[in-house]
T-cell receptor
Framework: GAVVSQHPSWVICKSGTSVKIECRSLDFQATTMFWYRQFPKQSLMLMATSNEGSKATYEQGVEKDKFLINHASLTLSTLTVTSAHPEDSSFYIC??????????????FGPGTRLTVL | AQSVTQLGSHVSVSEGALVLLRCNYS??????LFWYVQYPNQGLQLLLKYTSAATLVKGINGFEAEFKKSETSFHLTKPSAHMSDAAEYFC????????????FGKGTRLHILP
């Protein structure tokens, strides 16, 4: 149980285009999901907290107009990188916060999406 | 402010030897502490989690960690390293039991020598 998937696993795009990354909790519902960014050989940095049915909460320094987050259902959150530039190239990881029973209050991480902007 | 410091960005041990990955934390409130493992190009997998129930926490894959308040440490150990343990390990701290706002350390790359 507690599997989180991300799609796509990797994507290459041209500068100026937008890219959408999906994060799904496959076997549990998650009212809260998180989006992280990881640069090579560095730690994860929290970008934003996504709450189902409400606006995402962004961490300081993260441009909410550039990184659009939508959490339209209890099993899906999407991150759209708008007008991507090479400096947005990174590894994006999502997590879903378990609710209820043994899954409660624990973050389950997706496998990540490697974004390369040319 | 809460933070974690992982000592050593790279650690090498021989197969079969003791694994010790060091983590020290800073917190103004009782912390919740985690160890995660990340294999190349993959997300994070929770190894173990300290929630104040017991100072010695046993996790998956034979790993365990001991919470030492006096030393503000939460070091990760495994008695005998296996080749499959080669990965990046992250120590992390949270303000609340609910697991939100996890703050990660910079990670330690564990290399296993044959």
């Amino acid at each position: 149980g507690a599997v989180v998937s991300q799609h796509p696993s990797w994507v290459i795009c041209k500068s100026g285009t937008s890219v959408k990354i999906e994060c799904r909790s496959l076997d549990f519902q998650a009212t809260t999901m998180f989006w992280y960014r990881q640069f090579p050989k560095q730690s994860l940095m929290l970008m934003a907290t996504s709450n189902e049915g409400s606006k995402a909460t962004y961490e300081q320094g993260v441009e909410k107009d550039k990184f659009l987050i939508n959490h339209a259902s209890l099993t899906l959150s999407t991150l759209t990188v708008t007008s991507a530039h090479p400096e947005d190239s990174s590894f994006y990881i999502c997590s879903a916060l378990g609710t209820g029973g043994l899954l409660a209050d624990t973050q389950y991480f997706g496998p990540g999406t490697r974004l390369t902007v040319l | 402010a809460q933070s974690v410091t992982q000592l050593g960005s790279h650690v090498s041990v021989s197969e079969g030897a003791l694994v010790l990955l060091r983590c020290n934390y800073s917190s103004s409130v009782p912390p919740y502490l985690f160890w995660y493992v990340q294999y190349p190009n993959q997300g994070l997998q929770l190894l173990l989690k300290y929630t104040s129930a017991a100072t010695l926490v046993k996790g998956i894959n034979g790993f365990e960690a001991e919470f030492k308040k006096s030393e503000t440490s939460f070091h990760l150990t495994k008695p005998s390293a296996h080749m499959s343990d080669a990965a990046e390990y992250f120590c992390a701290v949270s303000f609340t039991l609910r697991d939100d706002k996890i703050i990660f350390g910079k990670g330690t790359r564990l290399h296993i020598l044959p």
